[in-house]
């Protein structure tokens, strides 16, 4: 009786209790005041201001959180990820501290890669005694962000990167073995085609690193490893990244923000918005010039903050406007199929997930080349590859939109929903229980109510509604419709990943969830199907791999 309880209004809270503890400002009372404060701090005309309302209250488009907390404040700070570089020299260092604190206090994530860092052991950066590599000098970036945090209303985040090639690459991978270590960063491996092609090719005994006698399958074990212990490091592919570089005059792509969305160049920042997918079916049909139309509003809304925003240092504010880079995203994917009655794993939502975002990506260059037209291109347009002008280096990019997907009550990014059923821990300092909005609309009108909270408790400690043998509660094709996070295969988790980053400028924050069970063998697989499917990065998640998580089900 206490999941029936909890689980009433369950999105609905979660929403207030999360506007509540993050977003509203002094005075302000509800959503709508939030729309109007950030809408009249993004707006140049009357016309646009009535617009960016609009797309905002009805929830169509949203605005990044650093958007949504600092537009109209004095902070002023609009961009959501930053990548910081990282020299090897202790007042560079100490530097680049200070510029990530200042970006966490007002919500951004930063990037870092820690390439250039000498490694633990070599002659240090005065020349007398011992470096101590960049394993123990992320810890300095972790501190300073565990203090950081506490000054702010949004938990600071970073991305530790490593290049293969480095000496500490094996510590590098294994830093985070023991759960709770560097609890503020997420880490990825760089790698190169070379590398990945000798893997592919099961040369595990080519010796990649010549000074250290380090061989690709050490390598390529302690990376699967990890990823099988704890969902960490995630990798990161250079040659991908670097062929959709727009400004390779201004040199390559080493670093992105903390979930792998937004590959920049260093001192860049971008600030992200996302669309709302789900709010574009009606009667089981897309309104494709709906979806256009906002498009070509939230481009101008995302152009507008890089003109607006208060950049925390000069460096990045000169760096930001020579690309002027946004990322627009969707979210509410999942939801979308549910309302077309098309199941995630299907062929057809892999088509449509290419379709959509490449409407998207189309129609945002043509609303960005207006722009051109009417301001001016960005400045280093002349050292892009762009054939003709545009506004923005970059235009799309998605998300994970954790905590804006709550305030617009639908699905996270392109994610599959994790469970119909489950428990959201640590959130606005809260649990919640939820049940997802389109299984209760569904399934609690046609069953009676001990069935229904059967069902719900069933999927709340199973997490699928898969192994329901009573036809009269769960249908055959509604098994095909109802399938969660688990229930899909990885190689079906990276095909959709891959649909959707054949048309997307930036990359794409997915998690490829594994079931438990899953063995080392797939994992290896997964990480070379990624790569083949030209990704940019890759995340996996073997459920009951961490502890501290989330999103969870009922524990045995």
């Known amino acids: 009786m206490i999941l029936l309880l909890e689980t009433e209004k369950g999105l609905d809270l979660l929403a207030a209790e999360t506007l509540k503890s993050r977003y509203l400002g002094e005075g302000e009372k509800n959503w709508e005041d939030i729309c109007e404060r950030v809408a009249k701090a993004i707006s140049t005309t009357p016309e646009e201001y009535i617009e960016f309302h609009n797309l905002m209250v009805s929830k169509v488009f949203l605005p990044s959180s650093p958007t949504l907390m600092n537009a109209g404040t004095a902070s002023g700070q609009l961009s959501a990820c930053f990548v910081i570089p990282v020299e090897d020299d202790i007042e560079e260092i100490f530097d680049s501290v200070k510029i990530a604190a200042l970006i966490q206090k ?69 830093a985070k073995n023991t759960e709770g270590s560097l609890s503020n960063f997420n880490i990825s491996v760089m790698v190169p085609d070379a590398f990945m092609s000798l893997a592919a090719e099961g040369r595990m005994d080519h010796v990649w690193n010549p000074e250290t006698g380090t061989k690709v399958g050490k390598i390529f074990s302690a990376i699967v490893e990890g990823i099988w212990k704890n969902g960490e490091p995630g990798v990161l592919f250079y040659d991908r990244i670097n062929r959709d570089n727009f400004t390779p005059a201004l040199g390559n792509i080493s670093a992105t923000n903390p979930c792998g969305e937004e590959p920049l160049l260093p001192f860049e920042s971008c600030n992200l918005g996302s669309i709302n997918l789900s709010l574009f079916v009606k009667n089981r049909k897309i309104h494709w010039d709906y979806l256009r139309e906002t498009v070509k509003k939230a481009v101008r809304f995302l152009d507008n903050e890089i003109d607006v925003n208060v950049y925390p240092v000069p460096k990045i504010e000169e760096t930001t406007r020579k690309t002027r880079k946004v990322g627009l995203g969707v979210m509410g994917f999942h939801d979308m199929l549910l309302k077309l009655n098309l199941p995630y794993d299907s062929i057809e939502a892999i088509e449509l997930a290419g379709k959509i975002m490449e409407q998207i990506n189309w129609a945002a260059i043509r609303e960005s080349r207006k722009l051109a037209a009417e301001k001016g291109p960005f400045p280093e347009y002349e050292n892009s590859i762009w054939e003709l002008p545009i506004r923005n280096a970059t235009l799309t990019a998605i998300a994970p939109t954790g905590t804006i997907s709550i305030l617009a009550g639908c699905s996270a990014g392109i994610e599959p929903v994790f469970s119909w059923v489950y428990r959201r821990a640590r959130t606005a ?25 059967w069902l719900l408790e069933h999927i709340y400690t199973y997490g699928t509604l898969q192994d329901v043998k009573d036809l009269k509660i769960v249908s055959q094709e509604e098994k095909l419709l109802f399938k969660s996070a688990l229930d899909i295969r990885w190689k079906t ?3 959709m990943q891959a649909a959707f ?31 083949k499917q030209e990704l940019k990065g890759l995340t996996i998640y073997r459920t009951g791999s961490r502890q501290l998580i989330v999103l969870s089900l009922k524990k045995s």
């Not at 299984?439 to 609690?444: A, D, N, P, T, V």
Request: aromatic letters at 10%; proline letters at 5%.
């Open 106 to 174: 007002t919500g951004g994530g930063t990037g870092f890669d820690f390439s250039k860092i000498r490694p633990d052991g070599y002659v240090g950066i005065s020349g007398a005694g011992n470096a101590s590599g960049p394993v123990v000098l992320m810890g300095l970036f972790n501190e300073a962000t565990e203090i950081v945090k506490r000054f702010g209303r949004r938990r600071g985040a970073n991305m530790g990167i490593l290049d293969v090639s480095h000496n500490d690459i094996i510590p590098f991978i294994r």
């Open 429 to 453: 300092g809260k649990d919640f229980m939820i049940v997802h909005p389109f299984f209760e609309s569904h399934f609690k009108p046609k069953l009676s109510e001990p069935d229904y909270y």
């Open 493 to 495: 988790h990276i095909d």
């Open 501 to 531: 980053q054949r048309h997307c400028h930036a990359g794409i924050s997915k998690t490829i969830n594994m079931p438990a069970e899953t063995g080392k063998e797939d994992i290896e697989k997964a990480l070379i199907y990624a790569w």
